[in-house]
Nanobody, 127 residues
Framework: QAQLVESGGGDVQTGGSLRLSCAID?????????MGWFRQGPGKQREGVAA????????TYGEFVKGRFAVSVDNTNNTLYLQMDSLVPEDTAMYYC???????????????????WGQGTQVTVSS
């Protein structure tokens, strides 16, 4: 059974930073073609934040990111990261990591093409 475990969420003030981690079991990690971060705020639909090819070469970001976030992978410990800087209250949401196995390029931000999901980590940004 796939295991994706997010960590690193928390409460920060506007302008602060957080680094989210997603620890993935080896089988799920090695079978992935791309990985991504999604978020769902209160009363909002889930939206794609960032996606990355498993070799770490190509990335895709949601328009709202505007250079504030950086997605990366560490293939030595099967971990996906999301560095978030210049956080604003609108970034408040539950953040989820996910992996996909379909041959889709570039790494997509559409949640239906992701197969395995973590349970989420809460990010709250106060003004």
């Amino acid at each position: 059974q796939a295991q994706l475990v997010e960590s690193g969420g928390g409460d920060v003030q506007t302008g602060g930073s957080l680094r989210l981690s997603c620890a993935i079991d080896a089988h799920t990690y090695n079978s992935a073609y791309y990985m991504g971060w999604f978020r769902q705020g209160p009363g909002k639909q889930r939206e794609g934040v960032a996606a990355i090819a498993t070799d770490g070469g190509r990335t895709t970001y949601g328009e709202f990111v505007k250079g504030r976030f950086a997605v990366s992978v560490d293939n030595t410990n099967n971990t996906l990261y999301l560095q978030m800087d210049s956080l604003v209250p609108e970034d408040t949401a539950m953040y989820y990591c996910a992996t996909g196995v379909a041959k889709i390029w570039p790494p997509p931000l559409r949640s239906p093409v992701y197969y395995y999901w973590g349970q989420g980590t809460q990010v709250t940004v106060s003004s």
